[in-house]
Nanobody, 127 residues
């Protein structure tokens, strides 16, 4: 499986912005849909944003629509999550994940649909 490493998390004031990065090694991300999930303490991991292998299709959780933007740069083997207008409820560990199946049309949002996961990066939004 591809190795994924998230970075860019930190502490930010409500209304601020962060840009998360997910760097891959071991194999190319070309051909794989990618997604960001997050998990707050005591809560289940939830889907945040996804992007198809070609980068032409994206989807977002209702809670982040209009505020977060997922993108990818296959040449750099990296996926990004631009997070704007952050809210305290965005506080969580954010995980990058790669689809378990290559060349899938569109994307899926379930945890079991993704085979490779990073270790996560903490995002804390203060009020």
């Amino acid at each position: 499986q591809v190795q994924l490493v998230e970075s860019g998390g930190g502490l930010v004031q409500a209304g601020g912005s962060l840009r998360l990065s997910c760097a891959a090694s071991g194999r190319s991300l070309v051909g794989y849909a990618m997604a960001w999930f997050r998990q707050a303490p005591g809560k289940e991991r939830e889907f945040v944003a996804g992007i198809s292998w070609g980068g032409t299709t994206t989807d977002y959780a209702d809670s982040v629509k209009g505020r977060f933007t997922i993108s990818r740069d296959n040449a750099k083997n990296t996926v990004y999550l631009q997070m704007n207008s952050l809210k305290p409820e965005d506080t969580a560990v954010y995980y990058c994940a790669a689809d378990s199946v290559a060349w899938r049309q569109g994307f899926l949002t379930g945890i079991r649909d993704f085979a490779s996961w990073g270790q996560g990066t903490q995002v804390t939004v203060s009020s």
